[in-house]
């Protein structure tokens, strides 16, 4: 029988229709499907809308796409030890042991709000269950939310998987694995990986999922789909409870009531109204209205229904422009409304808009200061908690240098990592195994904060980072103490913003920070190289006059920082960042350029950083990046492929 959601009113599945019952594709289009498709720690991704449009809605997909998703649920299963999932299993002919979990891991599954998600999500988990795994089933629910649960909870789930694109467009999904409330490490991601895809060899594979699944008792089946009302309660109450842990710096219940309690009286003298302008996505059904209402806050949500996507995904540029223009609205009748929100599909990643008090317009808040933002909260408060602890923040190579700065003014240590949510949250647990107190990591580059114990990036940990900046006096009196600030009588996100070190950096989402590449990397980085060396030269007194003196050179891989140019400081498939850091005639480090092939979009990365508000330095330095690219491309392209060592 049909099985509806509670919350979204979608169907979540049928448990007497079997769906892994289609006609097995062809091995060529199964292989023509999978070459769309990205791999990488960070997540799988492709198009999976079957007429391949990334722009469609459609909730159906290819029997190439079904034979794909089938292979996930395989290869996670196989990854876990499953033992109906192992290699000498496939082939045998279905025994009553399928109906057993004996010895068989759980796995907590959930999906973004994206219409290809409901059918993916129904062959993942009765792929999972015929192979004898225990499935917990949320459905539609917000990235954060899965983690939160496993996090505070993992001996209930071994791992998670779930079905999302992130912020790619809607007729995109994909899938991300973890354990215990982060994605898998490199290393493991690599295995899993490698298990995936070792399964296109194997012959026979589909054909005995398939005959798993006609023999499966879906008595087991519909208990999990009617599970998922209990499932997903418990969830975002493991959720509520996660997030007052993280903002309240402490698993204490007393902790979690005082914190509360010290919003809900702030926000009586200090009223604060918040926008949440969900864009159809898995936030819609999660505890953003309710738990923030809890708090004391007034607020408004729009497109909050899942599915009630009104414009593009990525919460950059002009997809936060209706929540900008709203909150403008919000404000002409009501002055506490001074924050508003956009998260991707999949609730992971959210950008602000705030009331800039003076003029009484409403702006989009740029990425780097977000981050920023988030992150002078998170350290004064841990100074304040402990001033004896040896902080420090783990960043990714293209955060800004006003992180540096504002670490500096606190007496905080700043390390750098790869792009890459995974590479930060090993990279700051490696520093904690060092005796750190990393209480905030994340990549500022897309103002995607991690704040501790979360390993993901999280809008509400955002929101939570905020209100303790905007309705209380202890956090912005330190900064001004240290910083020798001066503030205005009535403290306002606006005058906070004013305090920040002053940087210009290219927006992640402009058409100045993405470029095509077609070469290999490891040509282009040694002819971009050879290039720079003869450009630093002939630009040398260009740069003198803007006060750079001298470069330093970095190279980025996974938490490895290395540096110096040249093979010697980077290592196969030769893909890691690369960034130059300039430094003015006292040896301080001034402004930086970098780059990177994205590993979950077909772009090359670019960004300049620059010290100080003049824009003309910026422009001149991401146009001197990007030509050195161009030039670099061009080049490799017609050189001879350096030999393997």
Not at 34 to 39: A, G, H, N
Not at 158 to 178: C, E, M, Q, R, W
Not at 408 to 419: A, D, I, M, P, Q
Request: net charge negative; hydrophobic share 35%; with cysteine.
């Amino acid at each position: 029988m049909l099985i509806y959601d509670h919350l979204s009113h979608l169907i979540i599945a049928d448990d007497q229709f079997d769906i892994l019952d289609f006609p097995q594709p062809s091995k060529e289009e199964v292989e023509s499907s999978l070459s769309s498709m990205i791999l990488s720690a960070s997540g799988w991704r492709k198009i999976f809308a079957e007429g391949g449009d990334e722009e469609d809605t459609t909730k159906s997909i290819s029997y190439a796409d079904g034979a794909i998703t089938a292979f996930v649920a395989l290869a996670m299963a196989r990854h876990l030890g499953a033992p109906l999932a192992q290699k000498d299993a496939i082939g045998r002919e279905p025994t009553s042991a399928a109906t057993s979990t004996e010895g068989s891991p759980t796995i907590l599954v959930g999906l973004d709000a994206r219409p290809t998600g409901r059918l993916i999500g129904d062959i993942i988990c009765r792929t999972l269950l015929s192979l004898g795994c225990k499935v917990r089933y949320l459905f539609i629910c917000a990235a954060p939310e899965i983690m939160a649960d496993c996090n505070l909870y993992p001996e209930e789930a071994d791992a998670f998987l779930y079905v999302t694109a992130s912020h790619n467009p809607i007729g995109h999904n994909g899938f991300k694995f973890g354990k215990a409330g982060g994605v898998y490490s490199g290393s493991e991601s690599k295995r899993l990986t490698d298990t995936f895809l070792s399964l296109f060899a194997e012959k026979g594979a589909l054909t005995y999922l398939q005959k798993l699944s006609a023999s499966f008792d879906s008595k087991r089946y519909f208990e999990v789909l009617t599970s998922v009302k209990s499932q997903k309660q418990q969830s975002l109450e493991r959720y509520e409870q996660f997030i007052l842990t993280t903002a309240s710096k402490s698993p204490d219940t007393k902790d979690h009531y005082a914190f509360s309690h010290s919003v809900i009286a702030n926000t009586e003298t200090k009223p604060l109204g918040i926008l949440g302008e969900l864009n159809g996505s898995a936030r819609s059904v999660s505890i953003d209205s309710s738990f923030l209402k809890s708090l004391g806050l007034k607020v408004s949500m729009l497109n909050n229904q899942v599915g009630q996507v009104v414009h593009g995904i990525v919460p950059e540029g002009e997809n936060l422009e209706l929540c900008r223009k709203t909150l403008e609205e919000l404000y002409a009748g009501d002055k506490a409304y001074l924050l508003g929100y956009v998260p991707d599909n999949d609730g992971d990643r959210g950008n602000l808009v705030y009331i800039r008090e003076s003029t009484g317009k409403a702006e989009i808040l740029e990425a780097q200061n977000v981050f920023s933002l988030v992150v002078l909260a998170e350290l004064c408060q841990a100074y304040l908690q402990d001033p004896q602890a040896k902080l420090a923040v783990a960043v990714n190579g293209p955060t800004s240098m006003r992180i540096n700065r504002i670490c500096k003014t606190l007496g905080v240590e700043v390390f750098r990592s790869e792009v890459g949510e995974g590479n930060v949250v090993e990279l700051a647990n490696l520093k904690r195994s060092e005796g750190y107190l990393v209480p905030i990591l994340g990549e500022g580059s897309n103002g995607g904060n991690i704040t501790h114990p979360a390993k993901v990036r999280d809008p509400m940990n955002t929101l939570m980072s905020l209100i303790k900046l905007m309705t209380g006096d202890e956090l912005v009196n330190l900064w001004t103490r240290v910083s020798k600030t001066r503030m205005p009588r009535k403290v306002t996100l606006e005058a906070i913003i004013e305090s920040l070190p002053r940087f210009v950096t290219t927006p992640s989402f402009s058409d100045k920070a993405k470029m095509q590449v077609s070469s290999p990397q490891r040509a282009l980085k040694q002819a971009y190289e050879e290039l720079f060396l003869m450009e630093w030269e002939t630009r040398k007194e260009e740069l003198k006059a803007m006060g750079i003196t001298d470069y330093r050179v970095y190279q980025m891989e996974g938490t490895n920082l290395y540096q110096g140019a040249g093979e010697e400081n980077r290592h196969e498939p030769y893909s890691g960042g690369y960034k130059i850091i300039f430094l003015n005639v006292q040896g301080e480090e001034t402004d930086f350029i970098w780059m990177r092939g994205s590993k979950t979009e077909p772009v090359f990365r670019v960004l300049a950083d620059c010290q100080g508000p003049d824009t003309e330095r910026h422009d001149y330095l991401i146009e001197w990046q990007r030509s050195l690219i161009a030039k670099a491309n061009e080049l490799a392209m017609v050189t001879p492929k350096p030999k393997s060592h």
